[in-house]
């Protein structure tokens, strides 16, 4: 009795290491693996500095670097690719030397190209191109990678995000703008959340550790439906430089605005 016991718990042994050996090698563990990174991966908060007090600026990073902030957003305006200058390499390179968090680089330019060294240079971890900017964006995304930098794309608020379909697979961001680039403290546009969720269907089939960033109007009321719709990265200005409080902004965007 006891013999037929102990066969028993062999052959249940055996049937065990046998499902999980050809779980582990059927590539089922892999997809399950992939899925839950991408579910589970923490957002991260980027605040704009384009809302920050330029006469204080370096007062405005040290807040950023004490708070709850992941990564500095700095926009780069060049007065052709979108009606308004905001600031060049000088200001960059001065902002890097106060930052304890990576800078966020979004280019919104025309030929970037001419400038991704001197970015990068200038002290860029991240840098953002716009998929409308950009003619040859293999070869400048490639060159992004190159330089050792966080490659993105950012889309406009009328392109669609399954243009980026053959190269999401080389990128390590996508920016969704959710405003027409150029100003801070603009409305919110709501085709957004469509476009998250294409972007993150695109993401889980082609490059489920994609950071999916979103950009403009993001404040307390709307973080939380941004994040389940696939975004994993919020950038916010006005509604952090705004605010009385604004680490407390910050500490909330991260809570998810509860
Ligand atoms: C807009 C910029 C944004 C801007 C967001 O063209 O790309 O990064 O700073 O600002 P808010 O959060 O004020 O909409
Ligand atoms: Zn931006």
Redesign the pocket.
Known sequence: MKEIAEVVVVVKVTLVVNVLFIFLTSGLSDFRTKKTTFASMNHLIAP?I??ADFANLQRDIELINESEGDWI?V?IMDGMF?PNISFGFPVVSAVKKHAKKDLDV?L?IVDPDRYLKAFKDAGAASITVHYEACPNLHRTVQYIKELGCRASVAVNPHTPVLLLEDIVADLDMVLIMS?N??????KFIHNTYKKLADIRALASEKNPGLYIEV????DASNVKKLVEAGANVL?????VFSAADQKGAIAGLKRLGA
């Open positions: 704009s384009l809302a957003h926009d979108v979004h919104m405003v680039p150029g100003f801070g403290a603009q950009d403009g109007g993001v950038v916010a200005g006005n509604s």
